[in-house]
């Protein structure tokens, strides 16, 4: 019978005693999974003596250095909000970011920070001039300069219309930059006066080329789905269409990436169905695809010479990545991360070349900072460490890649984990995970992404409290092809639902498994799937929990101002498109949930908003239906306090207990 409960209230769940762990190894706890530490943002310094990086520490974002050479990683701040957008000086001495709406400036020690700007406005670092004494930044729409020698800032700009993306020449006396109307002007500094503006099309993202006279721009066509890259001599007004590109549903190729002579540039394309590498040849407007065949490239970097271009693939295994190096013009490959299974991604050379920092992360190893030098199958040294100790190959249990018919029979990927040492005589429960995205692709081991990577984390407890867990990857995500990524143009919330149905129709076949006990849940796009499948195919699942999942997407779509890959892939606005958004959203669906759900959301969530989970509630008690909901203020898409997950994840694990664990002991 349906029933409905008081929102929040978790008085009969407080009461079920914790499982008892089915391993008997060292026990992973909540504070152990809540405890990881996640590193990002890694880039040299110009002399090649540090690097630095970003860790988020349950929340608690901050910058460190970790001396190239060798020696323990220095703290350089300690705050909670969030320091991003490094920029080194160039002396290597200092180093300039972002931090809540103001820009800071650090040496290299502890405390050293100090504001640059200290506003109630949000100010954002553009650029640093070719001498190094100014640095440009934004604010309200107008570009700012601030002068290290004085301490004074100046305003350059006091335009109608706002100021885009702001860059100096090489000689550091001219800016350029975009309108809000994708012209393109050029302002003399000394006098601060617009002494060019190019408008007979909309271009975007201007860069100066290298002869300091042409600049290099971009044009969106064709609704999106095209883009064209043009060649303008301001002086002489001669322009030049070099390259062009579309796709019949969405462009996903990459920004372009300049050579270090700036005559070139490589970026991310895939005309024949899959992710590659092009070279395109500025001076001699032509075009070369290094990479080919079944298997998506990126994150491609140029050498500092310019001699070579080093990549991620999983050209070898498709939920791998591993690092590959070639030289600048195509040819034969060279594997760098062969000792180093699962996804090795963001390689940054140093300034010589002679050593490459990455991120690896694994089925034993949360991402981290690795550093190694650029041969074929490369020795590597971990250089960060973001792991408790009790997190060891005794009592992590790696996934088993399996292979299922999901909708229109297509083959999908999943990540069966099992406890260790399972009773042969005993029926599991178990839980589908849906990943966000859903351009994303779950992998051999630990996630890149933080969101993904604690719940990879959680589900080693999960194994260890004796349940068995799928992870899918469903269509539309990564790593397996255009018409894999493109198949949700038009149907979103049909067959990509039908995937996670037939992943729980998987568990349910499995021996081992009580097909009576099988839940759903997921994040994001994944809670947009967990709600979909109760509502739309009742009958697979015993219970479910949604985290922040979208309900409605004829509401949700309002947050992109109608615009972007979602609004393309249900073909427009709502006004104009009612059925495929009627279709795709669980709110049609769900007077036919009959189990149990759990929702959770972040009250300050930027890509869901709060109001999504007033609508499931507002339905939830029109139908009567058996559901709770915890809300957590101010917190983001994923929680971002380490606090808020301890309280977050007993509550995830007494709903699974209740409704799948001791739903078995009652027959």
């Not at 030049?240 to 070139?264: G, N, R």
């Not at 981290?368 to 100790?389: H, L």
């Not at 779509?557 to 709502?574: C, D, E, S, T």
């Amino acid at each position: 019978m349906k029933k409905y409960r008081k929102i929040a209230i978790f008085t009969l769940l407080l009461l079920i005693p914790a499982a008892v762990s089915a391993f008997q190894g060292a026990e992973i706890t909540i504070d152990d999974v809540v405890n990881i530490k996640y590193v990002s943002q890694h880039q040299w310094s110009p002399d090649g003596n540090y690097i630095s990086y970003v860790v988020d520490d349950q929340g608690r974002v901050n910058l460190w250095l970790l001396p190239a050479r060798g020696g323990d990683a220095i703290k350089i701040t300690d705050t909670k909000e969030s320091p991003s957008a490094i920029v080194w000086m160039p002396d290597s001495k200092s180093f300039i970011y972002q931090e809540n709406g103001d820009i800071w400036r650090s040496r290299l020690s502890p405390g050293s920070s100090e504001k640059i700007t200290d506003t109630k406005e949000n100010e954002r670092l553009a650029a640093i001039s070719p001498d190094h004494k100014t640095i440009l930044y934004t604010k309200e729409g107008q570009v700012w300069k601030y002068i290290f020698a004085s301490k004074k800032t100046l305003q350059l700009s006091t335009t109608a219309s706002p100021m885009r993306n702001p860059v100096f020449s090489a000689d550091g006396k001219k800016l350029i930059y975009t309108t809000s109307r994708s012209r393109i002007r050029i302002m003399d500094l000394s006098t601060k006066l617009v002494e060019w503006e190019y408008n007979k099309q909309p271009l975007s993202n201007p860069v100066w080329l290298k002869d300091g006279k042409r600049i290099l721009a971009q044009k969106r066509t064709r609704g999106g789905k095209g883009r064209e890259f043009w060649v303008i001599d301001p002086e002489s007004r001669a322009e030049e269409k070099i390259f062009e590109e579309f796709d019949d549903y969405v462009l996903d190729s990459s920004q372009p990436m300049m050579s270090p002579t700036e005559d070139k540039f490589i970026m991310i394309r895939n005309p024949d169905g899959w992710n590659h590498i092009w070279l395109v040849d500025i001076n001699a407007r032509t075009s070369k695809q290094l990479t080919q065949g079944e298997f998506e490239d990126s994150f491609p970097a140029w050498s500092p010479d310019g001699s070579q271009i080093i990549f991620a693939s999983n050209r070898e295994t498709l939920e791998e990545r591993h690092l590959f190096t070639m030289n600048s013009n195509g040819g034969s490959l060279k594997k760098l991360t062969d000792n180093y299974p699962g996804t090795n991604i963001d390689a940054r050379w140093s300034p010589d070349g002679s050593q490459i920092a990455f991120t690896h992360c694994g089925p034993y190893k949360v991402s981290d900072i690795w550093i190694g030098s650029p041969d074929e199958n490369m020795n590597a040294v971990q250089r960060t460490f973001s792991m408790p100790p009790v997190w060891s190959e005794d009592n992590i249990s790696v996934p088993e890649r399996v292979v299922y018919k999901g909708g229109l029979d297509w083959d999908i990927v999943g990540w069966l984990f099992k406890p260790k040492n399972m009773d042969p005589n005993k029926k599991y429960p178990a839980v589908v995970w849906v990943h966000g995205g859903p351009i994303r692709q779950m992998r051999y081991g630990w996630h890149p992404r933080r969101g993904y990577s604690l719940f990879h984390s959680y589900h080693q407890r999960l194994v260890q409290l004796g349940y068995v867990v799928l992870s899918v990857n469903f269509r539309g995500g990564v790593g397996y092809g255009k018409e894999f990524m493109n198949a949700l143009h038009m149907k979103m919330g049909v067959d990509e639902v039908i995937d996670v149905i037939n992943g729980g129709k998987y568990l349910q076949e499995q021996s081992y498994v009580d097909p009576e006990r099988v839940g759903v849940w997921g994040l994001s796009y994944g809670g947009y799937m967990t709600l979909h499948a109760l509502g739309k195919h009742p009958g697979t699942f015993s219970m479910g929990i949604n985290v922040a999942g979208v309900y409605n997407w004829v509401t949700q779509v309002k947050i992109y101002n109608y615009r972007g890959r979602f609004v393309r892939f249900f073909g427009g606005h709502p006004d104009k498109s009612p059925e495929p958004y009627r279709v795709g959203s669980p709110i049609t669906y769900v007077q036919n949930i009959d189990v149990p759900l759990l929702n959770l959301q972040g009250t300050a969530d930027r890509n869901v908003p709060f109001s999504q989970m007033d609508e499931i509630v507002e339905s939830m008690v029109k139908y009567n239906l058996d559901f709770d909901v915890m809300y957590y203020p101010g917190q983001l898409h994923v929680f971002q306090d380490g606090d808020v997950w301890r309280n977050a994840f007993p509550k995830i694990e007494k709903f699974f207990e209740m409704h799948l664990k001791k739903a078995g002991s009652k027959k």
